[in-house]
Every structure is written in structure tokens, then in C-alpha cells.
């Protein structure tokens, strides 16, 4: 038996030496929320780099090589996300898939830029994130100013002469989206909110502020947050009797929200793209993951658009270098699972269409 | 008057919790002298073992409220104790009598210890659980805004209360109290005359935990979410609570939840939501430069 082993040991060895003389592996980081508050984001951002890279290296990798993830727990915590793009640096990945959330990635790209890696953020939307003439970060989802543009336009249509608050989180992404839809409001459409309130989030108690609105008679709530603390609002103001209409930004896309808030949430809206679900170049994919018992949803698309958009770059330009793989991104268009995707000069998607989504008995869908 | 009712209401259910949690602060630095930071841990401990009994209660088809509850906070109450006993007794217990700061370091090694271990055995996503008690008693109406306290409410402010006075019952009139103050007192003096200085400290600490154990069900019945990383923020606002309050003292550990519980509602109520926190621990640095021992709390008789 002992013999056996040592015997398979010594096999896979050369085995493995074989493999790495013949083809080195290219890393790439996947950071994102894996644990903490967001987690049920960062299950999203797994399930689908795991299968791109899965898919990818079945048709063999790139420029003959294949793909490997290094994973990086950022909790959405702007100081832990430094600490994990430092640790992508040290496993010389050729291309991180992240952050998740703005607050994490802008941060984390200043250590990327440094480097010269490049960065796709499948899900970070506040404008900052590529608005610093950073050559390496783009990004495959839209941006808050274009999502604070729909939900203001929609509001003012809605709900006119109705009255509005805004609440936000303070993270950077829950402010930033929540100012761009006020901004939205007061200029363009001459709406002026009643309430313009900020929350800590990972707290419970939102009693006082639904107290506050209720007190102020809103008739729309605007949040600027992720699901956790909607979830918990909704929640609170239902059963305080105050039944304003609640309305919020791409965060909410995961079922988590229903699990928190459950029949609370009917009738809930938010912003998001246009659901790469539905998309005919997508169906072979997300039939994949139905087989797997998962729905794709949220980001789970968005990733496995970002990892595409990478291998394609990388084996058109016959290389894995951060030089030559920018020149081809801001050149070409690729065929993703989102449809068409392109880069304009700031590392932006050229087509991004925000829709409204209302939740409905546990799942979401366009707004008629 | 109607709004103020409201926010009176919200801040006392609020107040209510963060008293529970400080009651576990203050009871193991009365009578060991040291602050448990672990002590956040073990209410988030009391608040999974509460939703996971609430679970298999109703798998096994136990749903008659009143008795799901009951039994929730029997069961949790034992199991955060036994987390209780088990956190003194392995990383206080050997340290005792070494240098001071010896203790503060486990306790805080333990509250990471203790988070990490309910992330890997419980997942890191957080855990929802639909509303057990429903519904509301609408007390008056004005101008189309009505206030209402909730059933749950009503519980958790009542339920504080008598826990409240029980507790105070215990150390004020048992034999078990009687040792807790001789204790607090002397710990040695009181091992000379025959009062088990051990067994005292470790019965501190599962009455600490019991009671957080029904700070963390009521927390999961009323907000119905919880994750691993509760404890923190929770422990952070009781301690600061019990600090306030004089720690070291019972009923100032109660009078500081409840105030701080007030004192969050009614600056969101009047003014920005944003800068609640830096309200009360504003107000804490303003107690503490003129009472620097605390509201209730007695200043440390320096013995020679």
C-alpha cells in the first residue's frame, strides 16, 4: 500500500511538472463580498466566475493556457479591500474581477493602477470608479448618475406632487446614487424632497427614521443602500402602518431582500439593467446554472460577462499583458452574455439601459 | 405629541435590549473588576441559538406562540449560559491573578474566537426569520398620524422589567447574591470566610449570558434578521451604556440602556438621523467629565 502511494505520488508529480513546463496557468483575483452582510452578493460573484473559468478552460483556456481564480474576502470594508488587492499583487494575477461594492473598489484600484493590473468590476456603479483617468479600471455594469437619471425620471412621472424622501447609507455607493436620483429630482424636474436622511448600516433599529417619515407623511421613500437595511425598512414601516411606496437602486437584486423583508416587500422597486436573464445569447448559460439548481441572478451574468470580456481580450491580443489587453478592450466590441459589450474612453460600457423592477411574491420583474 | 409618543416608544424597546445586554457588562466588572468584551459575542450566540430553536420548534410542530417563545428562551438561555460558563472558564478563569491587561486580551482574543466560530458553522450570509408575533395596539390618533406599539414591544419592555427585578431580587436577597457582594467587596476577605470565590464568579457569568441570551431572541423576533457580526456593534452601545449608567452598578446598567436607547430616538426624531451616534457619545463624554464613576455608580474606594 505504502509502496502504491509513493508510487501515485511520484506519478502526479511528473504529471504536474509536465503541466507546468508545458503551460503556466493564468490567475485571475475574484474580490468581492464572500463574507459578511453582502455575502449572498459575493455567492453571486463566485457562482459565476467559477463557471466562466470552468467553461473557458473546457475550450481551452487561453492562448492555450488556462485559467485559475484566486478568491479575496473583501466584506465590502474599504480597508479590507486594499489589504486583498495587495494580496492579488503578491499572487500576480494578470486581471481582477472586482469589487463589488464602489466603496471597495475605488479604493482598491489605486493599488491596481499602481501596479499595472487591470480591473473590471462587474457590479461598482458609483461614477467615481472610472471617472480618475485611471487607464486600468472598466467596468460591465452601468453608473449611478445614468441609474439616478431613471429612478428620478420615474419618480417625477409616477408619483408627481407626491411627496419624496431621500435616505441613504453613507457608503459610498448608497450616497453617490442616492445624490445622483436627488440631484435628478431637484434639477431637471423642480421636485424638492421633504426629508433627506442618512442611516448607518449593519444597524437593526430603523424605528426612529420610519417614525420621522411617517411623522412627514411621505408618500415615496428613495434609498440609496444595499438590501440588508432595505430590507429591515420596508420591513419596519409595514408594521408601523406607514405604507409608503419604497424605491431603490441595483442592490436589491438578490432574493436576500425577500427573505428579510418578505410580503413587506410587494410592491418595492428598484433600478437595475436590463436582466441578462432574459437575454437570447445568455439562455445556453443560465440553463447551465439552472441544472445546477441556482438562478443566475443579480451580478452572477455581470461576472461571468467581465471574466468573457477578458479571455476575449487577451486572445485577441496574444497576450496577457495589462498594455496590450487595455489596447484591445477600448478597441473591439465583444460578444458576451449581456449581448454586445464595448468600452467607451473612460472604461465605461457604451449601452448600458437601466429599467424598473418591482418585487412581486418573492421575485422581481420590469414595472408595467 | 403624537410623534413624541411614538419615538418615547420606539426608544424604550430600543433602551430595553441594550439594557439586558449592559446588565452582563456591569455584573462581571462589579464583582472580577474586568470588562468581558466577549460579552457582545454571547448575546449573538443567545440570538442564533434562539432562531435555530425556533426552527426545529416549528418543524416539530410546535406552533402555539406563547409556548414557542417560552420554550425558546428556556433553551437559549441554558445554551448561551453553558457559552458563558465555558468563555470564564477557559479563558478568564487561568489568568485571574496575573497582571491586568492579561484578562482584557483574552477577552477581546475570545470575542474574535467566538465570531469566527458561529461564521464557519453557521455561514457567513445573514439569517432572516419571518415575524412570530403580529400585530398592533393603536393608542390615539391626531392629524393622520397614528401611534402604535406593537405586541412585541409590549413583551420585550415588560419582559426587561421583570427580569430586571428578579435579578435584583437574586443578588439583594439570596445566599447566591450575598456571596456576589461579599465578592465584590473583597474577593479575598470573602474566600477567607468561606464563600467560593470561583463558583460566585462563574454563576456571574452564566447570569450575564442568560440575560443577553433574551436580549438576542427578543432582537431576533423584533427585527428578524441576524448574522455573525451583531455582537459588535450591540456590545459596543451596552458597554457604552453600562458606562453611563456607573458601571459596576445593576440598576445603572438598566437607567444607561434606556437612555441611550432615548436618547438615539428622539435625536433622530428632532434632528439628523446621521449624527445620532455622535449625540450620545457626545452626552457620554459630558457625563463622564462631571461624574467621572457613571450616573448611579459609586466611586472606587482606593483600600490600603
Known sequence: MRKFSLGLLAATAV??????????????????????QLASFGEQMKRGAEMAVKDLNDKGGINGQKLSIVFGDDQCDPKQAV????????????????????????PASDVYKEEGILQISPASTNPTFT???????????????????????????????????????????????????????????????VLYEAITAGEKDYSALVSKLKQAAVDVIYFGGYHPEAGLIVRQAREQGLNARFISGDALVDKQFWSIAGASGTGTLMTFDADPR?????????????????????????????????????TEAKSVKFADVEKVLRSKTFKTVLGDTAFDAKGDVKSPAYKVYEWKAGAYDYVN | MEYFTQQLINGLTLGSIYGLIAIGYTMVYGIV??????????????????????????????????????????????????????????????????????????????????????QIIQGAKIKPMQPVVRGNIPL???????????????????????????????????????????????????????VNVDRTISLTFVMGAALAAVAGVMVTMYYGVID???GFLAGLKAFTAAVLGGIGSLPGAMLGGMLIGLIEAFWSAYFSIEYKDVAVFGILVVVLIFLPTGLLGKPEVEKV
Request: with cysteine; proline share 2%.
Open chain 1, 278 to 314: 432574459k437575454n437570447a445569447v445568455a439562455k445556453e448559460v443560465v440553463d447551465k446554472f439552472k441544472a445546477q439548481g441556482y438562478d443566475p441572478e443579480g451580478y452572477t451574468l455581470y461576472t461571468y460577462a467581465a471574466i468573457q470580456v477578458f479571455a476575449q481580450a487577451a
Open chain 1, 131 to 193: 471617472e480618475r483617468g485611471y487607464k486600468n479600471t472598466f467596468r460591465v455594469c452601468g453608473r449611478d448618475d445614468q441609474q439616478g437619471q431613471v429612478a428620478g425620471d420615474f419618480i417625477a412621472s409616477r408619483y408627481k406632487g407626491k411627496k419624496v424622501a431621500v435616505v441613504h447609507d453613507k457608503t459610498a455607493y448608497g450616497k453617490g446614487l442616492a445624490d445622483e436620483t436627488k440631484k435628478r429630482l431637484n434639477g431637471t424636474h423642480n421636485i424638492q424632497e
Open chain 2, 33 to 118: 473588576g474586568m470588562i468581558n468584551f466577549a460579552h457582545g459575542e454571547i448575546y449573538m450566540i443567545g440570538a442564533f441559538i434562539g432562531i435555530i430553536t425556533f426552527s426545529l420548534l416549528g418543524a416539530v410542530g410546535i406552533t402555539w406562540v406563547p409556548l414557542a417563545i417560552l420554550l425558546v428562551l428556556i433553551v437559549s438561555m441554558f445554551f448561551t449560559a453553558v457559552h458563558g460558563w465555558a468563555v470564564e472558564r477557559i479563558a478568564y478563569r487561568p489568568l485571574r491573578g496575573s497582571f491586568r491587561l492579561a484578562p482584557l486580551i483574552s477577552a477581546i482574543g475570545m470575542s474574535i474566537a467566538l465570531q469566527n466560530y458561529v
Open chain 2, 228 to 230: 455573525f457580526f451583531i
Open chain 1, 15 to 36: 504529471v504536474a511538472l509536465g503541466a507546468t513546463g508545458a503551460m503556466a496557468q493564468i490567475k485571475i483575483a475574484l474580490n468581492g463580498p464572500l463574507t459578511g
Open chain 1, 83 to 106: 489589504s486583498v488587492a495587495n494580496n492579488a499583487v503578491k499572487e500576480k494575477v494578470a486581471a481582477v474581477i472586482g469589487h463589488f461594492c464602489s466603496g471597495s473598489s475605488i
Open chain 2, 140 to 194: 390615539m390618533e391626531a392629524n393622520g398620524f397614528q401611534v402604535n406599539i406593537s405586541y412585541l414591544q409590549i413583551i420585550i419592555i415588560v419582559l426587561t422589567i421583570a427580569l430586571m427585578a428578579i435579578f435584583s431580587l437574586i443578588i439583594a436577597r439570596t445566599a447566591l447574591g450575598r456571596s456576589q457582594r461579599a465578592c465584590e467587596q473583597d474577593r479575598t476577605m470573602a474566600s477567607l470566610l468561606g
